[in-house]
């Protein structure tokens, strides 16, 4: 995705903290070195995060598979990772006034790192594309409950509610005008949130903008 991406715009930064992941990465950009786009991007072995400084990720596998995550930092497989704030890492870049695209693929870290994003959101000129995880993130709480072997059914509309919660603190940190599917069908957000009752499931994309989608959507 990021080789592409060079392909296209004016400069791509790509964050991979899985240190696995990344080598294979770091391979896969000095073999396209010779690429007229490839100064255009920049590549990090970091995470962006709430906060700089050292965080942990941990993978359900052995890693490099593209599904680590902060959901998974109790596993057996796991590594301490440098993180850095996107607000840092704009002032740094000096990207504040910039037309920034972001697409955020980070296997259920959205459900932490989205919501310290709304000011940045609304600050400056941003297209999000969001892949959201809701399967992992109930994995992560039935694991954190599976001591409790209760199975009552207050105990599971308190699960439900809790998920439902995590949908909702999402949608409001999202503070664009627009929010559609990525086949440019709008997205209500009423209609996920009843989805996340119902059916304990939510979107699995988003795109969110200020600029209304093209064509008949």
Same mark, same amino acid.
């Given at each position: 995705?990021?080789?592409?991406?060079?392909?296209? /715009?004016?400069?791509?930064? /790509?964050?991979?903290?899985?240190?696995?992941?990344?080598?294979?990465?770091?391979?896969?950009?000095?073999?396209?070195?010779?690429?007229?786009?490839?100064?255009?991007?920049?590549?990090?072995?970091?995470?962006?995060? /709430?906060?700089?400084?050292? *965080?942990?990720?941990?993978?359900?596998?052995?890693?490099?598979?593209?599904?680590?995550?902060?959901?998974?930092?109790?596993?057996?497989?796991?590594?301490? *990772?440098?993180?850095?704030?996107?607000?840092?890492?704009?002032?740094?870049?000096?990207?504040?006034?910039?037309?920034?695209?972001?697409?955020?693929?980070?296997?259920?870290?959205?459900?932490?790192? *989205?919501?310290?994003?709304?000011?940045?959101?609304?600050?400056?000129?941003?297209?999000?594309?969001?892949?959201?995880?809701?399967?992992?993130?109930?994995?992560?709480?039935?694991?954190?409950?599976?001591?409790?072997?209760?199975?009552?059914?207050?105990?599971?509309?308190?699960?439900?509610?809790?998920?439902?919660?995590?949908?909702?603190?999402?949608?409001? /940190?999202?503070?664009?005008?627009?929010?559609?599917?990525?086949?440019?069908?709008?997205?209500?957000?009423?209609?996920?949130?009843?989805?996340?009752?119902?059916?304990?499931?939510?979107?699995?994309? *988003?795109?969110?903008?200020?600029?209304?989608?093209?064509?008949?959507?």
């Amino acid at each position: 995705t990021a080789l592409y991406a060079a392909q296209l /715009a004016k400069h791509v930064y /790509a964050f991979e903290p899985d240190p696995l992941a990344y080598k294979e990465l770091e391979v896969n950009v000095n073999l396209n070195k010779h690429a007229g786009w490839s100064s255009r991007l920049s590549i990090y072995n970091k995470a962006i995060a /709430a906060n700089s400084g050292t *965080i942990k990720l941990g993978s359900r596998k052995r890693g490099g598979d593209s599904m680590s995550s902060v959901l998974f930092a109790d596993r057996e497989t796991s590594w301490e *990772i440098q993180a850095i704030t996107l607000q840092q890492f704009i002032e740094d870049e000096k990207l504040q006034n910039e037309k920034l695209f972001i697409k955020m693929d980070i296997e259920g870290g959205e459900y932490e790192l *989205i919501p310290g994003l709304k000011p940045l959101f609304a600050q400056y000129d941003v297209d999000l594309y969001l892949s959201v995880h809701p399967f992992y993130l109930e994995e992560s709480q039935a694991e954190v409950q599976a001591q409790d072997k209760e199975n009552s059914l207050s105990k599971r509309v308190s699960q439900r509610l809790t998920f439902v919660k995590y949908q909702v603190k999402l949608l409001r /940190a999202l503070p664009f005008k627009y929010l559609y599917h990525i086949n440019g069908r709008r997205l209500s957000p009423y209609k996920q949130i009843l989805k996340a009752v119902v059916t304990g499931d939510f979107t699995h994309e *988003i795109v969110a903008t200020n600029t209304k989608w093209g064509g008949k959507y």
